[in-house]
């Protein structure tokens, strides 16, 4: 399965996700920020889009919610642990308060993974985020963690939004 994702204006995107009713597109916002986010057989679904495959997933992306992915640079030769180990990941996050849906995505382009989570609103976020199942997920890597994992290729940076519902 694809994912693909493009910046905009507001209104640019929100008309497009409405010429596209039948496919999975969602739009998202945080301060002057827009996002779409496209899920589906489509591969390049945007022009000028960001373009992933699906390694893992749990749970449906939802038209309301709020977004928080980690953007991870992984090394060429730290790929298959990397996928490895979120795919042997204990799973705590799904059974979280607000917790909506996660993807672990694979970028077609370049070498930043992202670690998509969507949960019910932002304080379900820092509640895991500030959880003992946080730091557990997070023994072996996270923000703690002294020395970063080998794969690691480079710094990883979190991106926030809100969905906007087209219905509001
Ligand atoms: C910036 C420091 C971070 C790094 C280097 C990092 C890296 C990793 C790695 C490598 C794993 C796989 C588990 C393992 O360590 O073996 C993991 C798990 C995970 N990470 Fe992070 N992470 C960081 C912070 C965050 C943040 C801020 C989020 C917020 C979206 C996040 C979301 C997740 C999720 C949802 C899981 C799966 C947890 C589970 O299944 O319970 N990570 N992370």
Redesign the pocket.
Known sequence: MNVSMTNGTLNYLVKLADEHKQDKVFVMQYQDKASAYYEGEISSFFKEGRDYEIVEKVGEVQSSGFV???N?PVSDEGRPV?ED??KK?????ENMEGFQA?RILRPKKGNTYV?F?QWRNEQDFEDW?NSK?FEQ??Q????QHKQK?SF?DGK?F?TKYHMVDPKE
């Open positions: 928080v992915m980690n991870i990397f180990r979120f990941r204990i799973g705590q996050v996660i670690v989570t985020k199942e997920a997070h072996n890597s996270g923000p994992p690691i990883p979190i």
